[in-house]
């Protein structure tokens, strides 16, 4: 099996869980099929910078295991010791009074890091909710309560949707409203900023943006609990089974059209690969 260390991050976190074990395993090809655990992640904070003391206040995390919600979520208010930017407090609504009776990072940490282990991250605009996450550890490493320093990326990977949306719709403007408006995502309800509610319109907002929720055969009860759902057998229609073959006038069309692939293509039509003389149908009676 390929070194994880040429594997790409995102996909690197997914083996985290299971390094201790690796090996153990008789068929370590097979991991290759183990669900996709997905976190989508936002944070609200004092003011902008990390570097000036500012501190996170609401961390809100949802579940996805193969592109499906789990019902699992993380939602925490945590007390920053500090005062709170006016215009962070008009952003978020989250006040100093509010906040003085919630726990601190460090009473939230192992609860948090069990919960996002090994996952993949799905963050808008990551640099800025990373920057604030490395920075609280680097608080915790100072007190001692990690034997050396710890960042974001050693406990999972992030993928960032702001530069996904970049990709996608490039010198257009792509802040989470906007992106809900081109996704037609409700975010009627969006009157101030919240960690939990902006995770769930970003969780809705990626699944689009990515190409839907995944596979329709899955039902709710499955959803719920984030496991493979039972597939219902396609009932096949009473009766025989029609073959209907091309008149000998389709083939010769067929054949004319071809010749003219080739004279286009020098010679490179690629239907010649599988071509196979046919057997006309005959004309009935």
Known sequence: ??????????????????????????????????????????????????????????????????????????????????????????????TTEFLSGQPRFGDIFDELREFVAGAELIIHNAPFDVAFMDAELAMLAAKGVFEQKLTTRDVCSVLDTLALARQLHPGQRNSLDVLCKRYSIDNSHRDLHGALLDADLLLEVY?????????????????AAGVAAAVTKAVRPAGTLVVRRATAGELQAHQGMLELLDRKSGGKTAWRQFDCVPEAATPAP
């Open 1 to 94: 099996m390929r070194s994880l260390r040429r594997l790409p991050e995102r996909r690197r976190a997914h083996f985290l869980p299971f390094l201790p074990f690796l090996p153990f395993l008789p068929f370590r090809p097979f991991l290759s099929f183990l669900p996709m655990r997905q976190i989508v992640f936002d944070t609200e904070t004092t003011g902008l910078e990390p570097e000036l003391g500012h501190r996170i206040i609401e961390i809100g995390a949802i579940e996805l295991v193969n592109r499906r919600r789990t019902g699992r979520q993380f939602h925490r208010y945590l007390c920053p010791d500090r005062t709170i930017d006016p215009g962070a407090v008009q952003v978020h609504g989250l």
């Open 207 to 223: 699944l689009a943006m990515t190409g839907g929720q995944g596979a329709l055969t899955l039902d709710d009860k499955a959803a």
